[in-house]
């Protein structure tokens, strides 16, 4: 998305840059901006063990709308 944006980016890119820049060239709102934020902690948590920080319908979720984002975004 972001070649497809012209968003430059460093050699090393974070998804909070990315994410922000994306929002920033209204390829997406700040809901979705929010959201992504949101499923990147839930990923975040899954990745160092910390199951008390999500619930497994999150991953549900989160698993939904990524399909949905994917299917309307990168088409």
């Given at each position: 998305?972001?070649?497809?944006?012209?968003?430059?980016?460093p050699?090393?890119?974070?998804?909070?840059?990315?994410?922000?820049?994306?929002?920033?060239?209204?390829?997406?709102?700040?809901?979705?901006?929010?959201?992504?934020?949101?499923?990147?902690?839930?990923?975040?948590?899954?990745?160092?063990?910390?199951?008390s920080?999500?619930?497994?319908?999150?991953?549900?979720?989160?698993?939904?709308?990524?399909?949905?984002?994917?299917?309307?975004?990168?088409g």
């Open positions: 998305l972001c070649d497809l944006a012209s968003i430059d980016l050699a090393k890119p974070k998804l909070d840059f990315m994410n922000a820049q994306l929002a920033k060239k209204n390829v997406f709102n700040k809901l979705t901006q929010k959201r992504i934020t949101a499923i990147a902690d839930i990923r975040n948590s899954a990745a160092h063990g910390k199951w920080e999500f619930q497994p319908e999150d991953v549900a979720d989160m698993l939904k709308w990524i399909a949905s984002f994917s299917e309307n975004h990168l």
